[in-house]
Each structure stands twice: as C-alpha cells, then as structure tokens.
C-alpha cells in the first residue's frame, strides 16, 4: 500500500519499475560443494570484483585489474586456503593487496569456506 505521497512518487517515475529478469534467488542446499560455493561467492561479493565466472577482470576506469584467483587456490590445501583467507597473508607471505576485503571472508564458517575452496578449484 502506498500513501498519497507514494502514489504520486511512483506515478511520476521516481521509483523504477522492477529490473527486467530480476527474481528472487533460491540457495542451493547448503553443503561443501561447488555449487554452494558459487553462492557464497555471488552473495560474499567476490564475483563482483573478480569477474562472473572468478576467473579475473581486465584494468580499467572503473578500477585495476582484479587476479583470477584461481590458480593460486588451485595451490594450496582447502585448509591452507581457511588460513590464507582469514589471516590475509598468502602461502608465500605476501599480504593480500589492500583492495581485496579478506576480513569480510575471514567471518565466513568453515563450511562456507570450504564450499568456496570447492568452487575455486572447481574449472569454470
């Protein structure tokens, strides 16, 4: 229900129509799987930086280029990928660059971890 305001808002076009295609998401069951793990990564914001299928983004205006993370992934253990995930600190010892939100993965449960690793060694 709208008020008279609202009425008059949504009349003249100050709210769009709905996004053509837009639908609601339905999870996939949960699980340290793939295809939860591409969820995770839909809804943790990863694909937005590093591309659809998390195989990277090319440089530019809207900002640098984002890594495909995969091939390091493709390195290391799922537990070693946990550490490097929650810590920031790669396997070599490199801090993850400043534009890269690890802390957001680090408050990610093992099982959402897990299924994320399954996603990324997993060949798009």
């Known amino acids: 229900k709208f ?23 339905t999870a996939p069951p949960e699980g340290e799987t793939a295809e939860y793990g591409k969820y995770v990564a839909t809804f943790g ?5 590093h591309g659809p299928e998390m195989t990277g983004t090319e440089a530019s ?3 640098p280029a984002i890594p495909n993370p995969r091939p390091l992934v493709s390195t290391v253990s799922q537990a070693e990928f946990a550490e490097m995930m929650r810590s920031g600190i790669k396997p070599d010892g490199t801090a993850f660059p400043e534009t890269m939100p690890w802390q957001n993965a680090a408050k990610m449960t093992d099982s959402d971890l897990a299924a994320l690793y399954a996603y990324l060694t997993t060949a798009p």
């Open 45 to 49: 914001e990863c694909r937005g930086c």
């Open 3 to 25: 008020n008279f305001l609202g009425a008059v808002m949504m009349g003249s076009g100050m709210f769009p129509p709905s996004v053509p295609g837009a639908e609601t998401v």
């Open 61 to 63: 205006a809207a900002g």
